[in-house]
């Protein structure tokens, strides 16, 4: 098995934008986030044969709300996205998976018996809906031999905390776990652009200035009449993520926010560990759910089993989307860039880390159309 299932079908993008890279002396140990120029020359240089088709779908909507057991009444069927073409173009016909590669690491190196596998991720991006799926659907046979049925070996977060950047605290620090090395984070990764719409909604320890009017609010806008005395129109919006008293992080805006902690995870972190689309566990449930199983050392139930509530509970989360309303929202393309302003969705698009837009496929050329309308 390769270290991902899928590579992007942008071809040209990926060689654009790496023969940039090579011409302008930027190694890979450069996160190339402010390369929009790059961004742009390979956006204009996708043809239509390079676009998934219609023989790409390898999923259906329905299936997957039937194996689900919801009733598929008309009025639910209307809130589908207009096709599952309209899903592929968004996010390709098959999942992603980054780590793969390390999975065989992890296995040899940790006693079998020992074995966790554990969610971690940036708030609003699907922690709890991966960990109900693995709860549900993988156990280590090892360790319920060891401790029995209680104990399958799918945690509810990683040691140090699932949103936490802070990827190795000490032992004494990390909970209840003495070998954090134990534990097999399950990284997931949602699309910038609707992860930001979603923090609007819920901004759970993340702090910035902003009001309903104008959200995602990247940039100091006219309107903004506070921020505009205090940062200065044109000027990002700055974010603070409060974690614990102790570890209180600082960002250039909410893009910065998500180059920052999915930069660390993907690039920085040398253990193993598996990264995953958050749209693939509503679209790829099963297929992904098995391959990040398998890689812990784990065994599969006999049948599958999907989350159709939504898998936030508390007031905290109040508000927080089922499998229906997640497929309507993100199968949606035009919902993806709705909220967003002409200058924050520029800002966005000249900020956002390419190498993570590509390599998860959040690449889309649909930006460079509405920055031109």
């Given at each position: 098995?390769?270290?991902?299932?899928?590579?992007?079908?942008?071809?040209?993008?990926?060689?654009?934008?790496?023969?940039?890279?090579?011409?302008?002396?930027?190694?890979?140990?450069?996160?190339?986030?402010?390369?929009?120029?790059?961004?742009?020359?390979?956006?204009?240089?996708?043809?239509?044969?390079?676009?998934?088709?219609?023989?790409?779908?390898?999923?259906?909507?329905?299936?997957?709300?039937?194996?689900?057991?919801?009733?598929?009444?008309?009025?639910?069927?209307?809130?589908?996205?207009?096709?599952?073409?309209?899903?592929?173009?968004?996010?390709?016909?098959?999942?992603?998976?980054?780590?793969?590669?390390?999975?065989?690491?992890?296995?040899?190196?940790?006693?079998?018996?020992?074995?966790?596998?554990?969610?971690?991720?940036?708030?609003?991006?699907?922690?709890?809906?991966?960990?109900?799926?693995?709860?549900?659907?993988?156990?280590?046979?090892?360790?319920?031999?060891?401790?029995?049925?209680?104990?399958?070996?799918?945690?509810?977060?990683?040691?140090?905390?699932?949103?936490?950047?802070?990827f190795k605290l000490k032992a004494a620090e990390a909970g209840d776990i003495k070998h954090q090395d134990y534990v097999l984070p399950v990284v997931v990764i949602k699309d910038p652009y609707t992860w930001m719409t979603s923090m609007c909604?819920?901004?759970?320890?993340?702090?910035?200035?902003?009001?309903?009017?104008?959200?995602?609010?990247?940039?100091?806008?006219?309107?903004?009449?506070?921020?505009?005395?205090?940062?200065?129109?044109?000027?990002?919006?700055?974010?603070?993520?409060?974690?614990?008293?102790?570890?209180?992080?600082?960002?250039?805006?909410?893009?910065?926010?998500?180059?920052?902690?999915?930069?660390?995870?993907?690039?920085?972190?040398?253990?193993?560990?598996?990264?995953?689309?958050?749209?693939?566990?509503?679209?790829?449930?099963?297929?992904?759910?098995?391959?990040?199983?398998?890689?812990?050392?784990?065994?599969?139930?006999?049948?599958?089993?999907?989350?159709?509530?939504?898998?936030?509970?508390?007031?905290?989360?109040?508000?927080?989307?089922?499998?229906?309303?997640?497929?309507?929202?993100?199968?949606?393309?035009?919902?993806?860039?709705?909220?967003?302003?002409?200058?924050?969705?520029?800002?966005?698009?000249n900020e956002l880390d390419v190498d993570l837009l590509i390599d998860f496929r959040y690449d889309d050329d649909e930006v460079e159309n509405i920055l031109q309308q």
């Open positions: 098995m390769t270290d991902e299932l899928f590579v992007s079908p942008h071809s040209l993008f990926q060689h654009h934008y790496y023969e940039y890279k090579n011409n302008s002396g930027i190694t890979d140990n450069h996160r190339a986030h402010n390369v929009a120029g790059a961004i742009r020359t390979a956006q204009k240089t996708k043809t239509k044969t390079e676009t998934e088709t219609k023989t790409d779908v390898t999923f259906s909507i329905s299936d997957i709300l039937h194996k689900a057991g919801v009733d598929l009444t008309p009025e639910i069927q209307s809130k589908f996205p207009s096709s599952e073409e309209d899903v592929v173009r968004l996010y390709g016909s098959k999942p992603i998976i980054k780590g793969l590669s390390r999975c065989a690491a992890f296995r040899d190196s940790v006693p079998a018996n020992s074995r966790m596998l554990a969610p971690a991720g940036m708030f609003n991006t699907g922690t709890n809906l991966v960990n109900q799926l693995l709860r549900e659907n993988c156990y280590i046979p090892e360790r319920i031999e060891k401790l029995g049925k209680e104990s399958p070996g799918m945690r509810r977060q990683v040691p140090w905390g699932k949103h936490s950047p802070e909604r819920h901004s759970y320890s993340a702090n910035w200035r902003h009001s309903p009017n104008h959200c995602p609010n990247l940039v100091v806008l006219d309107k903004d009449a506070i921020l505009k005395k205090t940062i200065g129109e044109g000027n990002p919006v700055p974010v603070n993520v409060h974690y614990t008293d102790d570890n209180i992080t600082h960002h250039e805006s909410l893009v910065g926010l998500w180059n920052d902690y999915y930069s660390g995870w993907y690039m920085d972190a040398s253990f193993p560990r598996v990264i995953v689309r958050f749209e693939d566990l509503l679209f790829h449930a099963e297929e992904v759910i098995t391959e990040v199983c398998h890689c812990g050392g784990g065994e599969m139930t006999e049948n599958f089993t999907y989350i159709a509530e939504s898998a936030k509970t508390g007031d905290v989360h109040a508000g927080a989307l089922g499998l229906i309303q997640s497929i309507s929202r993100y199968g949606n393309s035009t919902l993806r860039f709705e909220p967003y302003t002409h200058d924050d969705l520029e800002y966005a698009t």
